[in-house]
């Protein structure tokens, strides 16, 4: 029989808080993480601005020994190593050194790329002919499932230990594997998350496809505008977020304190047919997805309280609410409320996904919908779907049973998870 | 360089990578890196690495290999500063 599948911890390292309290309060508060970004401007990017995680290197050490710090030039990893233990941590599980592994533990924890900063110093050591002078440090931290690697070894995880990477999907999807995981019994507690490096290594290539915001870059914080008339493109962001899942069995049995259920949900793809391309969504795929999501969860589109979009802050974040609106068959006054946490953060890229699972969760869990910021103006094509107080712009304090979270991202893939406040029957 | 100034050299450099505090502190030339010391076996090019740089040598694939021990990491120090 199918294991029922629960959230026992929550660990976040992003732009607005480095940890689970203070991003708590920033999202409840709409507090931004969105700064000027003077190596952006150096380098001349057009958008000069950008969501980091502010971490001082007293909070690192308490993660990695300086031996792991020596060398060490991966932003990826040292989001994903704090944000997963401050999960597991949080979960009440121990970092004990064990004799053998937890063969029922393991960790789906995804990637877009892994230390691009490393790779970088590397490719310049080479060129220069100093092949030697590599070091033992470079295919820990430059191997995509590096963040996963490092996790491993230091929560001591025996079940599987893997990275996925689905561009901006990627959030989303690790948790829903992870999930699958334990509810065909492969596995009692997956460390599921993902994390995005930081800097203009990574967010050249979106800079240069013209795809974020170069009209922002002398008021930071208001640069990232999802569902906005004057949005113009995403603010680029980073950080990593981590949740514990495990058997509702288990967890009970432990007496953890459980956040949320996960209901389940569903991945797809568009194929780069019809309205589908590289870049653009196929939004028969969309809404197909939230369909398929819905069914798995066995939830109707009537359940559902509240939405956590991916809305970027993009021409398309009009396409994604007509796409809900489609697939819900809900509009207007009945359309479920809505935010975008990117509002706050920017688009945290591979990291997306699961720093905004986590904010989804809190707010199960604590009873409120945080606001979303910058849509004072907002886009009349969608106020034309649905109710502009849909839209919060102040947090509002809601008593909220079923939340549906979903992510699109390039290559056409699209992925939406539905989760529930557990009501500890 | 008189040897007990390159033990204590060689020592401050493996002190970064070694995972036994005890073993370090009672070190002889037959103390092993990987069995005694505990050093990753992943980090012993690093260790190569710290000795070039500290000793302005440089430390070629087959001396490399056979160092493994105190011992030979003194005499292969010795060796090349005496090229130099």
Known sequence: ?425 | MNKEVLTEKLKAIISTYAQDPAALENMTESTDFITDLKINSANLVDVVLDLEEAFDIVIDNQSMERMLTVGTALEIIEIKLSEK
């Open chain 1, 1 to 425: 029989m199918d294991k029922r599948v629960v959230i026992t911890g929550l660990g976040v390292v992003a732009p607005n808080g480095v940890d689970l309290t203070s991003f708590a309060e920033a999202i409840r508060n709409g507090t931004s993480g969105i700064r000027h970004d003077p190596q952006l401007e150096q380098l001349q990017f057009s958008c000069q601005i950008a969501g980091k995680p502010d971490l001082e290197a007293s909070h690192i050490a308490k993660y990695l020994s300086p031996l792991e710090l020596r060398n060490f030039n991966s932003t990826g990893i040292l989001y994903g190593i704090i944000a997963g233990i401050d999960a597991w941590t949080d979960a009440g599980l121990s970092l004990e050194q064990n004799e053998d592994p937890d063969w029922d533990s393991g960790t789906i924890f995804g990637a877009g790329t892994s230390g691009i900063d490393k790779f970088r110093e590397s490719i310049y050591k080479l060129d220069e002919l100093q092949i030697k002078k590599l070091g033992s440090t470079v295919v820990v931290q430059t191997m995509v499932s590096g963040v996963s690697a490092y996790l491993g070894g230091k929560l001591g995880l025996g079940n599987q230990v893997s990275t996925n990477s689905s561009a901006c999907i990627t959030g989303t999807e690790s948790i829903l594997m992870a999930y699958e995981r334990i509810k065909t019994g492969q596995a009692t507690k997956m460390l599921a998350g993902s994390t995005s490096d930081s800097g203009p290594y990574i967010w050249s290539g979106f800079d240069a496809m013209k795809v974020c915001t170069y009209k922002h870059n002398n008021v930071p914080e208001q640069g990232s505008r999802p569902m906005s008339a004057t949005a113009a493109g995403f603010v680029p962001g980073s950080g990593a977020g981590a949740l514990v899942l495990e058997s509702l069995e288990s967890a009970t049995k432990r007496g953890a304190k459980i956040y949320a259920e996960i209901l389940g949900g569903a991945i797809n793809s568009g194929g780069q047919r019809g309205s589908g391309t590289m870049t653009a969504p196929n939004s028969i795929a969309v809404q197909r997805c939230i369909k398929s999501a819905m069914a798995n969860a066995k939830v109707t589109a009537a359940e559902i309280d509240c939405i956590n979009g991916h809305l970027t802050a993009t021409a398309k974040d009009s396409l994604e609410i007509e796409n809900w609106t489609a697939a819900l068959e809900r509009k207007g006054s009945d359309f479920p409320y809505i935010n975008s946490l990117k509002s706050t953060i920017g688009h945290c890229l591979s990291a997306a996904g699961s720093i905004e699972c986590v904010a989804a969760v809190l707010e199960l869990r604590e009873g409120f919908i945080f606001p979303n910021i910058n849509c004072e103006d907002l886009n009349p094509e969608i106020t034309r779907l649905i109710s502009r107080d849909k839209i919060p712009q102040t947090m509002i304090r809601a008593d909220l049973k079923i939340l549906a979270k979903a992510s699109f991202g390039f290559g056409d893939v699209n992925a939406c998870i539905l989760l529930k406040k557990y009501d500890h029957e």
